[in-house]
T-cell receptor, first 114, second 117 residues
Framework: IAGITQAPTSQILAAGRRMTLRCTQDMRHNAMYWYRQDLGLGLRLIHYSNTAGTTGKGEVPDGYSVSRANTDDFPLTLASAVPSQTSVYFC?????????????FGPGTRLTVL | AQKITQTQPGMFVQEKEAVTLDCTYDTSDPSYGLFWYKQPSSGEMIFLIYQGSYDQQNATEGRYSLNFQKARKSANLVISASQLGDSAMYFCAMREGPSFGNEKLTFGTGTRLTIIP
């Protein structure tokens, strides 16, 4: 593994089903993020985690939950998917204590909820 | 109010010409950071350039430069000598507050740049 991996790459899901999007990084970054990207809206922050064991809500958290049991993994769960959650989901992470702290992004998961 | 505004949904530019992508931002925090990302058709997010609110000089990275006008709250991306590979979606983003390893970003809606041969 190099950087951030996300699984699955894409998924078609029936409304009402539960779904967990996986995100794993091997860079030992403390902070991790989940964004969703929708046409015309850019990327919007769903949830974030500053360090293992802590999480916080972003701009659009409703319908999503996250956990951070360890440094490497940051799964995003949709408890009961709805069509409005059709989107491309990006996981990202940032380093600690550097002057320019850009976000490193995973390749994304394309989710379609029918 | 929008925190990041990109007013150009799409742009067409002739190859080898310079191009300026507009970005204005809104924050009352004196400490903030501004980022530009490129998203090619393959979908990945590529970091291009960063400008801190206290940086005295405009940031530059190869063919990319950031025209930072603090009083006007603008952070335009300038690409010199455009290439066909520059065709992509470009996002401006902002971090509010100082950088402590927690870099929550607010993104603009993006500009789709198409380079014409």
């Amino acid at each position: 593994i190099a950087g951030i991996t996300q699984a699955p790459t894409s998924q078609i899901l029936a409304a009402g089903r539960r779904m967990t999007l996986r995100c794993t990084q091997d860079m030992r970054h403390n902070a991790m993020y989940w964004y969703r990207q929708d046409l015309g809206l850019g990327l919007r922050l769903i949830h974030y985690s500053n360090t293992a064991g802590t999480t916080g809500k972003g701009e659009v958290p409703d319908g999503y939950s996250v956990s951070r049991a360890n440094t490497d993994d940051f799964p995003l769960t949709l408890a009961s998917a709805v069509p409005s959650q059709t989107s491309v989901y990006f996981c990202a992470s940032t380093r600690d204590k550097v002057a320019v702290n850009e976000q490193f992004f995973g390749p994304g998961t394309r989710l379609t909820v029918l | 109010a929008q925190k990041i505004t990109q007013t150009q949904p799409g742009m067409f530019v002739q190859e080898k010409e310079a191009v300026t992508l507009d970005c204005t931002y809104d924050t009352s925090d004196p400490s903030y950071g501004l980022f530009w990302y490129k998203q090619p058709s393959s979908g990945e997010m590529i970091f291009l350039i960063y400008q801190g609110s206290y940086d005295q000089q405009n940031a530059t990275e190869g063919r990319y430069s950031l025209n930072f006008q603090k009083a006007r709250k603008s952070a335009n991306l300038v690409i010199s000598a455009s290439q066909l590979g520059d065709s992509a979606m470009y996002f401006c983003a902002m971090r509010e507050g100082p950088s402590f390893g927690n870099e929550k970003l607010t993104f603009g809606t993006g500009t789709r740049l198409t380079i014409i041969p």
